[in-house]
């Protein structure tokens, strides 16, 4: 029962940090810290009970396991309420296996525990590095503190044995290489998760940039005209029944200003993680009358047909990225014009929003290829922009069907679940 219980330790520990990672790290991070924290906490509850059901020993007389990991791990990445929680478990649990060590593990797994904690506001502010550090440190300290317990409780003729000092270096190698392996991975896979989110906004950042300056030229337009109706105003004496009529034409032209800046600010605003009840049609034109100037620009018309009524629960901003990602290809597969359709509608227990051009088309090759990151045929193209609007789509449970056919054009799907409960 040694290396192999000593293996299946390490699989306790390693593997609840991948189940997080695949199932619940992503939307976690996004929702409200409760949930967080419970599935953390039980995650490493869970972990705890494992660890000490299946303990391991290299030495008769000495048994050990890897309680401390987890319960280290929570506190220092989840805080004091999953850390705490995990600590009363890990106590009454070994409460209920019995047996004499009953207090050393009282005694010492709180001290840990509160010494963690402790270091819960430094580690939060350091960088991967001095984590693993902060968390090696801690391992040190909780295999000594483990160890001196042991030693005081061991009958009086066993404390000079040489098997003591063997025991002592093997436990705190091997406390030391599991909390270094959790560390690790833990911060391997935060990484790559806020890695997403980083391409994610400067993808955004992207497509606002290349929006900017057909907003831009829009506004122009309205400008001049007031500023040609005061210049007007200012030189000549105009009628009194004319004067009415311009001020109304001024004031349309404004509006129409004011229309297409606060359209796109609604893009460019800054994403809050949170979903919300959005009618889709309602939503689908705001961000037409975003595109239609950069569109016009390059000769191609938007339609829009959607049906009323329909209800997706999601969050808008995101949404807003995705359809302007896909309406913005759309738009570049045209480079001589044409027209760009966006129709939204229900099919059975699902919302399907339809973006269809008239541009240049794909190979079944280049289907395939769509949505790897970095697969661009532009030349100043990022190729990030269908991988950002899978993930997003794949995040809502929602699925994107492509068809196309070189020189005649593209047909994207995305198919989203309809909130059931719409009035
Ligand atoms: P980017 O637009 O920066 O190139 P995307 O991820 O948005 O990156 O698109 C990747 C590639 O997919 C594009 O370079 C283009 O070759 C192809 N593509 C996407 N949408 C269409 C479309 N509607 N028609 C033709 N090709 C498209
Ligand atoms: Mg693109």
Same mark, same amino acid.
């Given at each position: 029962m040694g290396i192999e219980r000593l293996l299946l330790n390490i699989l306790f520990i390693i593997l609840p940090i991948f189940l997080f990672q695949i199932f619940f790290a992503e939307k976690l991070f996004k929702g409200p810290k409760v949930w967080y924290t419970v599935v953390v906490g039980l995650f490493a509850s869970a972990t705890v009970i494992l660890c000490m059901t299946f303990p391991f020993t290299f030495l008769p007389g000495y048994i050990f396991d890897m309680r401390s990991i987890p319960l280290i791990i929570a506190t220092l990445y989840c805080g004091y309420k999953a850390g705490i929680s995990t600590l009363a478990v890990l106590i009454l649990y070994r409460y209920y296996v019995g047996g004499e060590g009953f207090y050393t593990t009282f005694y010492t797994y709180p001290i840990i525990t509160a010494v963690a904690l402790i270091c819960v506001p430094r580690f939060r502010r350091a960088e991967k590095e001095k984590r693993e550090t902060i968390a090696l440190w801690l391992a040190i300290l909780s295999s000594s503190l483990v160890l001196l317990m042991t030693l005081l409780l061991l009958p009086e003729e066993n404390k000079i044995e040489l098997k003591f000092v063997q025991f002592a270096f093997e436990y705190s190698l091997i406390q030391l290489g599991g909390i270094w392996i959790a560390v690790y991975l833990i911060e391997n896979m935060r990484k790559n998760i806020m890695m997403q989110q980083e391409i994610q906004r400067a993808e955004k950042l992207y497509a606002m940039g290349e929006l900017a300056a057909s907003v831009a030229h829009e506004i122009r337009n309205p400008l001049t005209v007031v500023r040609g109706f005061l210049q007007l105003f200012g030189r000549q004496q105009i009628p009194v029944e004319k004067q009415g009529d311009y001020i109304d034409i001024m004031l349309k032209e404004l509006n129409r200003a004011e229309e297409i800046i606060s359209d796109y600010l609604t893009f460019a605003r800054p994403q809050i993680e949170s979903r919300e009840r959005i009618e889709v049609g309602e939503q689908i034109r705001q961000i037409a009358g975003v595109m239609t100037s950069y569109a016009l620009l390059k000769n191609v018309d938007i339609y829009t047909e959607t049906e009323d009524h329909l209800f997706l629960e999601l969050n808008r901003s995101k949404f807003s990225q995705c359809m302007i990602n896909l309406m913005k290809n759309g738009v570049e597969a045209m480079p001589e014009g044409g027209t760009l359709t966006v129709r939204a509608f229900r099919q059975d227990k699902d919302v399907v929003i339809e973006i269809i051009d008239t541009g240049k088309g794909m190979s079944q090759e280049e289907i395939k290829r769509l +949505?790897?990151?970095?697969?661009? *045929? %532009?030349? %100043?193209? *990022? +190729?990030l922009g269908l991988m950002v609007c899978y993930r997003i789509i794949e995040a809502w449970e929602g699925k994107v069907e492509v068809r196309s056919e070189k020189e005649k054009g593209t047909h994207f799907s995305i198919i989203l679940p309809a909130l059931s409960d719409e009035l």
């Amino acid at each position: 029962m040694g290396i192999e219980r000593l293996l299946l330790n390490i699989l306790f520990i390693i593997l609840p940090i991948f189940l997080f990672q695949i199932f619940f790290a992503e939307k976690l991070f996004k929702g409200p810290k409760v949930w967080y924290t419970v599935v953390v906490g039980l995650f490493a509850s869970a972990t705890v009970i494992l660890c000490m059901t299946f303990p391991f020993t290299f030495l008769p007389g000495y048994i050990f396991d890897m309680r401390s990991i987890p319960l280290i791990i929570a506190t220092l990445y989840c805080g004091y309420k999953a850390g705490i929680s995990t600590l009363a478990v890990l106590i009454l649990y070994r409460y209920y296996v019995g047996g004499e060590g009953f207090y050393t593990t009282f005694y010492t797994y709180p001290i840990i525990t509160a010494v963690a904690l402790i270091c819960v506001p430094r580690f939060r502010r350091a960088e991967k590095e001095k984590r693993e550090t902060i968390a090696l440190w801690l391992a040190i300290l909780s295999s000594s503190l483990v160890l001196l317990m042991t030693l005081l409780l061991l009958p009086e003729e066993n404390k000079i044995e040489l098997k003591f000092v063997q025991f002592a270096f093997e436990y705190s190698l091997i406390q030391l290489g599991g909390i270094w392996i959790a560390v690790y991975l833990i911060e391997n896979m935060r990484k790559n998760i806020m890695m997403q989110q980083e391409i994610q906004r400067a993808e955004k950042l992207y497509a606002m940039g290349e929006l900017a300056a057909s907003v831009a030229h829009e506004i122009r337009n309205p400008l001049t005209v007031v500023r040609g109706f005061l210049q007007l105003f200012g030189r000549q004496q105009i009628p009194v029944e004319k004067q009415g009529d311009y001020i109304d034409i001024m004031l349309k032209e404004l509006n129409r200003a004011e229309e297409i800046i606060s359209d796109y600010l609604t893009f460019a605003r800054p994403q809050i993680e949170s979903r919300e009840r959005i009618e889709v049609g309602e939503q689908i034109r705001q961000i037409a009358g975003v595109m239609t100037s950069y569109a016009l620009l390059k000769n191609v018309d938007i339609y829009t047909e959607t049906e009323d009524h329909l209800f997706l629960e999601l969050n808008r901003s995101k949404f807003s990225q995705c359809m302007i990602n896909l309406m913005k290809n759309g738009v570049e597969a045209m480079p001589e014009g044409g027209t760009l359709t966006v129709r939204a509608f229900r099919q059975d227990k699902d919302v399907v929003i339809e973006i269809i051009d008239t541009g240049k088309g794909m190979s079944q090759e280049e289907i395939k290829r769509l +949505g790897n990151p970095f697969y661009s *045929t %532009k030349e %100043k193209g *990022t +190729g990030l922009g269908l991988m950002v609007c899978y993930r997003i789509i794949e995040a809502w449970e929602g699925k994107v069907e492509v068809r196309s056919e070189k020189e005649k054009g593209t047909h994207f799907s995305i198919i989203l679940p309809a909130l059931s409960d719409e009035l």
